[in-house]
């Protein structure tokens, strides 16, 4: 119940592009949803997140879709840049806990 | 605004051996956490004080890791003896008190155990 599935674990997309991950939870008390980046021999920094009374929300280029029906987020990356490539981790938070999905290791290329 | 800072980037260990990683936050965060990243994998929460208190350290092997905070500010880590399976990254992170405060990570340090 405390686990976050993140999918796919890989992506390959074009430059200009939109890139798509998914998120899944099945824990009801999660109530705020972050997206986190990862550059190689980097920590994680704070992309963009969403409290689920919110079905989305949109910074520059990045959407964060989601379904609370269906226990289900994700991420949209429109018109992919090959700085974007990096691993993108979502995640839930109750309490004061944050449980983080497997990553999805994003590849746009040129 | 300084981040937070984790020493050292870097550590090579035999098994059994003992090792130590130390964490300083972002000025003002009274909550840190230290987290376990498995290569391929998201970061795992090992455990998370407020101030100079646990809250919560129920994911800690504390067989062999043990984690202090004392002055409530800069935090280390502990491994001791180290296993094979500890081989990770071990981020440490700090956030402002309150709900939804986003959490800063550090660089991590990449422990390898031989």
């Known amino acids: 119940q405390q686990q976050v599935k993140q999918s796919p674990q890989s992506l390959i997309v074009q430059k200009g592009g939109i890139s798509i991950i998914n998120c899944a939870y099945e824990n009801t008390a999660f109530d705020y949803f972050p997206w986190y980046q990862q550059f190689p021999g980097k920590g994680p920094a704070l992309l963009i997140a969403?409290?689920?009374?919110?079905s989305e929300k949109k910074e520059g280029r990045f959407t964060i879709s989601f379904n609370k029906s269906a226990k289900q987020f994700s991420l949209h990356i429109m018109d992919s840049q090959p700085g974007d490539s990096a691993t993108y981790f979502c995640?839930?938070?109750?309490?004061?806990?944050?449980?983080f999905g497997q990553g999805t290791r994003l590849t746009i290329n040129p | 605004e300084a981040g937070v800072a984790q020493s050292p980037r870097y550590k090579i260990i035999e098994k059994r051996q003992s090792v130590a990683f130390w964490c300083n936050p972002i000025s003002g965060h009274a909550t840190l956490y230290w987290y376990q990243q498995i290569l391929g994998q998201g970061p795992k929460l090992l455990i998370q004080f407020q101030n100079n208190g646990v809250v919560d350290d129920s994911q800690l092997p504390k067989d062999r890791f043990s984690a202090e905070r004392l002055k409530g500010v800069d935090s280390t880590l502990k491994i001791q003896p180290a296993k094979l399976e500890d081989s990770a990254v071990y981020l440490c992170?700090?956030?402002?008190?309150?709900?939804?405060?986003?959490?800063?990570f550090g660089d991590g340090t990449r422990l390898s155990i031989l």
């Open positions: 995640a839930a938070r109750a309490g004061q806990k944050l449980v």
């Open positions: 969403i409290r689920p009374d919110v």
């Open positions: 992170a700090s956030s402002l008190t309150g709900p939804n405060q986003p959490q800063h």
